[in-house]
C-alpha cells in the first residue's frame, strides 16, 4: 500500500497515534475490548481497528466507537492486540509487523517464539482468555517474552483483569491452561444441558428444566466462592439420601473419568495445533 492510497482509505488523523490498535474485532477480540471499556482501563477514543477491508474496519469502528486504522495506522500505535483466527496470522503478520511495538495475541497455539519471528519484535505477550470475557468474568493465562517491559506486562494485565481475572502461566503449561481453562465452558454447557435433559425425562417442561439447571449452575459457582468441590458435595449429600444415590450414579458412569480424559484430549489437541501452527 502506497502513502497515497493509505491517505485514500484511512480516516484516522495522520498524526493521531492509538494506545491500542485492535487487529480482529471478532467475537473474542470484541470481548476484550468491551471489558476494556467497562472497566475504564481504556476509553474508545484510544483505540482504533484495524481490517483490510476498509468497509469492514468503518462498521467496526462505528459499532465499538474507535477509530478505523489502515496498516500504516497499526505501524504508529503504540500496542497492537491481534485477535484473528490463528489460520489468518500468516496473511495479516507482514501488514503489522513492526520493530519494538509492543504485541498481545490472544490466538490460541501461536506461540511466543513464532509471534516473535513473524512480528518482528520481541516485545510480545501470549494471553488465552475464555468465554467468559463476554460477561467479564474470563480465566486469562499471559505469558511473556523477556524483552517485554513491566510497562507492556502491567498494560496486558489490566487489558485482561477488564474481563475477569488474570494468571500468570509459563508457556509450557500454555495447551493446558487452554484443555481446562479455554474448552471448559464447553464441557460445563454439557453438563448444563445434561441437567436439564434429565429434568425434561422426570417431567418437567424443556424452558423449566433449563431455568432449573442454570440455578444449579449457578448456586454452585457461588458457592465455590468461599467452599471447596468436595465439601459442596458432602454437604448435600446425606446418609441415605437422594444425592448419594444420584452420586452411585454418576461413579458407575464414570463422569469424574469423562470430565478428566476430556481436558486431556482437549490439552493435547492445542499441543498438536500448535505444532502446525494453527491452533484455535
Ligand atoms: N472464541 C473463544 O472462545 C476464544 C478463546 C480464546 C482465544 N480465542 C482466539 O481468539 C481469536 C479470535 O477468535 P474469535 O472466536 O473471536 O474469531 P472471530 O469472531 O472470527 O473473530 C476474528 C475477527 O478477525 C477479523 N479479521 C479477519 N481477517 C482479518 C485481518 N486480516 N485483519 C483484521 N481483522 C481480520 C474478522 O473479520 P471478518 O468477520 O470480516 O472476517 C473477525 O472480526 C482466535 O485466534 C482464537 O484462537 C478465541
Given at each position: 500500500m502506497t502513502a497515497a492510497d493509505s491517505e485514500a482509505t484511512t480516516t484516522q488523523p495522520a498524526a493521531d497515534r492509538v494506545a491500542l490498535a485492535v487487529v480482529g474485532a471478532g467475537r473474542m477480540g470484541g470481548a476484550v475490548v468491551e471489558g476494556a471499556l467497562r472497566s475504564g482501563t481504556l476509553r474508545a477514543q484510544d483505540m482504533g481497528v484495524f481490517h483490510p477491508d476498509e468497509d469492514r474496519r468503518n462498521a467496526l469502528a462505528q459499532r465499538f466507537g474507535m477509530v478505523?486504522?489502515?496498516?500504516?495506522?497499526?505501524?504508529?500505535?503504540?500496542?497492537?492486540?491481534?485477535?484473528?483466527?490463528?489460520?489468518?496470522?500468516?496473511?495479516?503478520?507482514?501488514?503489522?509487523?513492526?520493530?519494538?511495538?509492543?504485541?498481545?495475541s490472544i490466538m490460541a497455539g501461536v506461540t511466543l517464539s513464532t509471534l516473535s519471528k513473524r512480528l518482528g519484535s520481541a516485545r510480545v505477550v501470549r494471553a488465552m482468555p475464555n468465554l467468559g470475557a463476554r460477561v467479564?468474568?474470563?480465566?486469562?493465562?499471559?505469558?511473556?517474552?523477556?524483552?517485554?517491559?513491566?510497562?507492556?506486562?502491567?498494560?496486558?494485565?489490566?487489558?485482561?483483569?477488564?474481563?475477569?481475572?488474570?494468571?500468570?502461566?509459563?508457556?509450557a503449561l500454555f495447551d493446558a491452561f487452554t484443555g481446562l481453562s479455554g474448552s471448559g465452558p464447553a464441557f460445563v454447557a454439557v453438563v448444563a444441558e445434561s441437567l436439564a435433559d434429565g429434568g425434561v425425562r422426570v417431567g418437567f417442561h424443556r424452558d423449566v428444566a433449563r431455568e432449573l439447571a442454570r440455578h444449579v449452575l449457578l448456586a454452585t459457582a457461588q458457592l465455590l466462592e468461599s467452599s471447596d468441590p468436595a465439601s459442596i458435595k458432602d454437604e448435600v449429600a446425606s446418609p441415605?439420601?437422594?444425592?448419594?444415590?444420584?452420586?452411585?450414579?454418576?461413579?458407575?458412569?464414570?463422569?469424574?473419568?469423562?470430565?478428566?480424559?476430556?481436558?486431556?484430549?482437549a490439552s493435547e489437541r492445542a499441543g498438536e495445533l500448535s505444532g502446525n501452527g494453527q491452533g484455535a
Open positions: 478505523a486504522l489502515d496498516d500504516a495506522g497499526v505501524h504508529r500505535a503504540e500496542r497492537v492486540l491481534i485477535a484473528v483466527k490463528p489460520q489468518s496470522f500468516e496473511r495479516v503478520a507482514p501488514l503489522i509487523a513492526r520493530r519494538h511495538t509492543a504485541y498481545v467479564g468474568v474470563s480465566a486469562t493465562a499471559l505469558a511473556w517474552t523477556a524483552e517485554t517491559s513491566a510497562d507492556d506486562l502491567e498494560f496486558a494485565r489490566s487489558l485482561f483483569n477488564g474481563c475477569g481475572s488474570v494468571f500468570e502461566v509459563p508457556e441415605g439420601g437422594t444425592a448419594i444415590a444420584g452420586l452411585r450414579t454418576l461413579e458407575r458412569h464414570r463422569l469424574r473419568y469423562a470430565l478428566i480424559d476430556a481436558i486431556e484430549a
